[in-house]
């Protein structure tokens, strides 16, 4: 995009949508964001709370930048969406199903609104301005509240028959295993999200009893930290979480061959020795393949490539086609 359209002052509102905050900001074309906002998501409340706050981000940007020319609005949903009807079809662990979300955003505020998949959003940042410059086949998970992933082949999303793409926190790794929010059992979500690390850190941490913590102050980042400093119910959980994750990267990696595979959400940032784990596991399993080389690094991007990936859906999306 560098210079393509360095004449127009145009801009465009990305809307990153989380489990816990919603994050927007007013990018122009190069990806800068000029302007970036947050509010508390309140899923817990219901749709049309939802989606009143992420309106809010929308009008704060357009009442504070009354001289730009915002020619539309990116926004990120964690599940599954139907751009072409504007529709979030199946978002688990919001509990929507079938919202017709498009046609009720455009109402409010009068601009372009184009959907995307929050790991896909995530993934397109990424490969615009992050890790996954110059890649061609680059796969993106995304480890937080639930687990995200989106496959990028030749600048383009891999978005399936159904437009569900890849769905990696999806795929069953053990069907006796903990019932997921989508209803399957034993999926990676259940294994490598927040709560899934959790739940089996509290399982060992009851098992062996550790005087430097207890069950009730564990959180993620005590979990992280404890697998740094290697004690022993954190290392057990490390072991179990590390060999869902490198399983399931190893069997896409397999599926679809790609050349690079970025690693992001806040589990990913905050959890290095977990990452470098995994990345251990995924090398010596590939190993069997002879020069099967694959490169997997940490995203960069960190909060901001869902807006950046939303973003960029609205520049290639109808209003600038083709940008690079």
């Known amino acids: 995009m560098e210079g393509r359209y360095e004449d127009t002052m145009k801009f465009v509102i990305g809307i990153d949508l989380g489990g816990t905050y919603i994050k927007g900001g007013l990018v122009d074309h190069s990806g800068k964001i000029l302007y970036f906002n947050q509010v508390p998501t309140e899923s817990a409340m219901g749709f049309k709370k939802v989606m009143d706050n992420m309106l809010k981000i929308s ?17 990120g949903i964690p599940g599954w969406v139907k751009q072409e009807l504007g529709l979030v079809m199946w978002a688990p662990n919001l509990k929507w199903f079938a919202q017709p979300f498009t046609r009720i955003y455009q109402e409010k505020i009068s601009l372009p609104v184009f959907l995307e998949n929050d790991a896909n959003a995530a993934a397109l940042g990424e490969y615009w301005l992050g890790r996954g410059s110059g890649s061609k086949i680059m796969l993106m998970i995304t480890l937080g509240t639930g687990v995200g992933s989106g496959l990028i082949i030749d600048g383009r999303i891999f978005r399936g028959s159904s437009g569900m793409g890849v769905e990696l ?14 209803g399957g059992k034993g999926c990676l979500e259940s294994y490598a999200s927040a709560g899934g690390m959790l ?9 062996q009893p550790e005087t430097e913590i207890s069950s009730k102050d ?3 980042e005590n979990l992280l930290l404890s697998m740094e400093n290697k004690r022993s119910f954190a290392f057990k959980t490390l072991e179990e979480v590390s060999g869902y994750l490198s399983t399931a990267l190893v069997n896409t990696i397999l599926a679809y061959d790609p050349d690079r595979i970025v690693l ?14 995994v990345k251990e596991k995924i090398h010596l399993s590939l190993r069997r393949f002879p020069d099967r080389e694959i490169v997997i690094d940490r995203a960069i991007l960190g909060n901001k490539a869902g807006i950046l990936g939303a973003a960029y859906q609205v520049w290639r999306g109808g209003v600038y086609h083709d940008v690079e």
């Open 218 to 220: 564990l959180d993620m």
């Open 59 to 75: 009008l704060d940007i357009l009442d504070r930048h009354p001289s730009h020319e915002i020619i539309g609005v990116g926004i």
């Open 199 to 207: 739940r089996i850190a509290h399982k060992y941490l009851q098992e």
């Open 169 to 182: 926190g999806h795929m069953t790794l053990n069907p006796d295993g903990p019932l997921c929010g989508c």
């Open 264 to 277: 992001g959400g806040g589990i990913a940032e905050g959890g290095e020795y977990l990452i470098e784990t």
